[in-house]
């Protein structure tokens, strides 16, 4: 096999990997099914310059390279313009429908023409003297196709670009940059390498394939980071006192009821600390009992109870939507409610690494975070180690 035969190869591998992370850890939006859809057409992409990368330069396998740039490449750039559009934000200005259908109607009249030009199902063509692109049969489409490339690029950069000027958490800022760095790698590699082959010439071992990975390493972070990305909002202070009296810290709940932290994490909302509440509670019922109307609730389980539901699945997703959080709003109040669903899911080793991570986090702020865990699941032991951790609950002040 040719050394340049495993970079296809790698691509393949590589993108069938993001696409099972972003596929487990984000199944439910929209943006990640289109991007999955974007890594189907950078792996037959690859498939199509795997022959020519084996060195079998037969006419059939030029026609198969042909075809790669010819039929994928509009198609490839429709999905992008989709995914620059839906993510971070979805789309609602048009019709559901039509918006997904649109991009892909210039793409299908490319298509025809250059099928028109090459001849639909050919199994030989005249390889002319020249470099790069120029060779082809189909060179008047040549400004078409590059425009079909340029176009949602472009349009990537100045939309992302835009909100990451804009945008005034550094949560979110890191993950819009993910997202400029892929999508300016595949342009700047894309022009670098065409401008080689056509005025130079030079051939390199790697082409947009392999950048095209790259692009989707960056894309998959920023998806998986904005999944945890909460804003923080603060309740409109109530004009009743407040009924505890709460110095930052750590605090632990030994208690079976959730009664008693929902009261504190109420009353500290509504007096002036953005809060973030994570439980296994239904969250509408949660919002209702403690009286809160726009701090976020997030359902601590794989699949929400009801569509529009936060989710927070991983204790590591967990720990970083906490950390943004509070990075955000230093002086918040933070609920984990749901110590048997994280005991009996991932042990309570890893529970108690979350509860201290979350500690020291809260810790370096002017955080309070509050844990409830029901004493009936875990051991005297387990207990004590929470203790240890975790200061008293205060009292009414």
């Known amino acids: 096999m040719a050394i340049n035969a495993i970079f296809p190869l790698i691509t393949i591998g590589i993108a069938a990997l993001f696409g099972a992370i972003v596929w487990r850890r984000n199944r439910e939006d929209t943006a990640s099914r289109v ?30 390279y042909r075809y790669g740039n010819g039929v994928l490449v509009p198609f490839m750039s429709a999905t992008f313009l989709l995914f620059c559009l839906l993510f971070p934000r979805r789309v609602r200005f048009m019709n559901r429908r039509l918006f997904f259908v649109l991009p892909y109607i210039p793409a299908l009249v490319l298509t025809s023409l250059f099928l028109q ?8 063509v005249a390889v002319l003297e020249g470099a790069g692109f120029f060779y082809m049969k189909y060179g008047p489409l040549i400004p078409a196709y590059m425009a079909v490339a340029a176009v949602p690029a472009l ?38 390498t065409g401008a080689g082959r056509m005025f130079a010439g030079i051939y390199l071992p790697v082409d947009e394939n392999e950048a095209g990975i790259v692009t989707a390493a960056f894309f998959s972070f920023a998806i ?49 600390r953005p809060g973030l509440c994570l439980t296994r509670d239904h969250p509408g019922s949660v919002r209702e009992q403690m009286g809160l109307a726009v701090t976020p609730i ?44 994280m005991v009996h899911r991932y042990e309570f080793q890893m529970y108690f690494w979350l509860v201290t991570t ?17 004493p009936r699941v875990v051991s005297e032991k387990e207990r004590a180690m929470l203790e240890n951790e975790l200061m008293a609950p205060p009292g009414v002040a």
């Not at 009924?243 to 500290?268: N, Q, T, V, W």
């Not at 979350?358 to 029901?374: F, I």
Request: proline share 5%; aromatic share 10%; with cysteine.
């Open 155 to 192: 349009l990537a950069i100045g939309l992302w670009g835009r909100a990451y000027v804009r945008t005034g958490s550094s949560a979110e800022r890191r993950a819009l940059g993910a997202l400029l760095a892929g999508v300016c790698t595949l342009t700047g590699f894309s022009i670098a």
């Open 358 to 374: 979350l500690k020291e986090v809260a810790g370096s702020g002017n955080a309070v975070l509050l844990v409830r865990t029901d």
């Open 35 to 64: 991007f999955l859809l974007l890594l189907v057409f950078f792996v037959l992409f690859a498939l199509a310059y795997l022959p020519g990368r084996m060195g079998w330069h037969t006419d059939e396998s030029r026609v198969l």
């Open 224 to 272: 998986l980071r904005y999944k945890i990305i909460i804003t923080p909002t603060q309740e409109a202070v109530s004009p009743q006192p407040p009924r505890y009296s709460i110095e930052k810290g750590a605090y632990l709940f030994p208690d079976a009821s959730s009664r008693r932290a929902h009261e504190i994490f109420g009353d500290l909302a509504k007096h002036g």
């Open 117 to 124: 030009d090459i001849g639909l199902f050919a199994t030989e």
């Open 298 to 341: 997030v359902w601590l389980g794989a699949e929400p109870p009801e569509k529009g539901i936060r989710t927070v699945n991983r204790l590591d997703d967990v720990a970083n939507m906490v950390k943004d959080f509070i990075r955000e709003a230093p002086d918040a109040v933070v609920l984990l409610d749901g110590a048997a669903y």
